[in-house]
């Protein structure tokens, strides 16, 4: 990131669909339901379903043809064989397809349910399969961030590009945003741990900072972890983005499902966002209206100190602050002395304008 020109300039938004995504504007909260419908068209509809009613603003599903994307040889990885995966990736990633058909009518049910339909690809062959899906925006995997040819092929649909950065060294990550703006797709950077689940103290969500103020794009977080507070915490560190895998049946046989939520922690996982959301407010200083009260009675004002007589000019010792504050400030006490009473002041009375010459 050094040399950076546009360091510490605000990023520009980008859009998804009619959302505008960015500072200053709603979280974009992502329900990665991934490959956890286990290849089951009515269980994708249903983590639709979930999505919606936990309040996400889009749903992503994994678009891929297993032969196309590994050997017959691949292993799984630990976290997979754990989730009861076979020991062969392709053999595992086979039962996990949907058709390009039932894609279709799952992008068509987010669009009956007012949601954002999102895949990520594995292919160049896949963006175009998205494309005829009417993805809102592709996403590419952190896996994939060194692939340019896939980074291309998503470039080149003109949809905004969510490019996670696990286990990216910072020379990589550079390197994939400037192919991306070299093509002119809009770009949002999710920071991600590639660790399923990713433990607490390996989260480094300030790490997403360091990615919105180095490369100037709007930046998140790709949460791997098992808490429904990190969306949270990742907003107050300036997340406008968030990616968590939502599961049906977090004890199901498959690779995702014991590191994703399920509806209830999903729905608590939102709330909490939004909670945060709504505290962190909009950073303009100055007072705001549910202060006026206080500021009433425990602010003072300029009093009479004894009883001043009509004719009196007045002295800085005839004058004291007390409560409420709702008479002559006290920053004007100077600009009362020297002037002359021009009725009766009792003593322990607010002074007015109107009372002085």
Not at 55 to 63: C, E, L, M, N, P
Not at 272 to 293: F, K, T, Y
Not at 302 to 309: D, G, H, L, M, P
Request: glycine content about 10%; aromatic content about 4%.
């Amino acid at each position: 990131m050094p040399g950076r020109d546009d360091i510490g300039a605000t990023p520009e938004a980008v859009w998804i669909q009619e959302r505008a995504i960015g500072d200053g504007r709603p979280v974009f909260i992502v329900a990665e339901a991934g490959v956890n419908h286990n290849g089951c068209e009515k269980t994708a509809v249903r983590l639709i379903d979930a999505a919606v009613d936990a309040g996400a603003d889009a749903v992503k599903f994994q678009v891929f043809r297993a032969s196309e994307l590994v050997t017959a040889a691949a292993p799984t990885a630990a976290y997979q064989k754990r989730g009861g995966g076979r020991s062969s990736q392709r053999a595992m990633l086979a039962e996990l397809e949907l058709s390009d058909d039932a894609f279709r009518r799952i992008s068509e049910y987010c669009t009956n349910r007012g949601v954002v339909f999102l895949g990520t690809p594995f292919s160049p062959s896949d963006v175009e399969r998205l494309v005829s899906f009417r993805a809102a925006a592709i996403k590419i995997a952190s896996t994939d961030l060194a692939n340019g040819a896939l980074l291309d092929a998503a470039c080149g649909t003109g949809s905004a590009l969510i490019l996670s950065t696990g286990a990216s060294t910072v020379d990589e990550i550079e390197s994939a945003v400037g192919r991306v703006r070299g093509a002119g797709a809009p770009l949002i950077l999710l920071h991600c741990v590639s660790c399923y689940p990713t433990p607490m103290e390996s989260i480094n969500l300030r790490a997403i900072g360091e990615l919105a103020r180095g490369f100037c794009v709007p930046c998140g977080l790709s949460d791997h972890t098992l808490s429904t507070e990190t969306g949270g915490w990742a907003v107050a560190v300036g997340a406008v983005v968030l990616e968590k895998h939502l599961t049906l049946d977090r004890a199901a046989d498959g690779p995702d499902h014991a590191m994703s939520l399920d509806p209830a922690g999903f729905s608590e996982y939102v709330s909490a966002v939004r909670r945060v959301e709504g505290a962190l407010g909009s950073g303009r200083l100055g007072m705001i209206e549910p202060e006026a009260d206080v500021r009433r009675v425990a602010r003072r004002s300029v009093v009479a100190a004894r009883r001043i007589a009509s004719g009196l000019r007045l002295t800085a010792e005839m004058l004291t602050l007390k409560r409420p504050g709702d008479g002559i400030p006290p920053d004007k006490l100077d600009a009362l002395v020297g002037r002359t009473a021009v009725v009766d002041i009792a003593g322990d009375t607010l002074l007015s304008w109107d009372m002085v010459e």
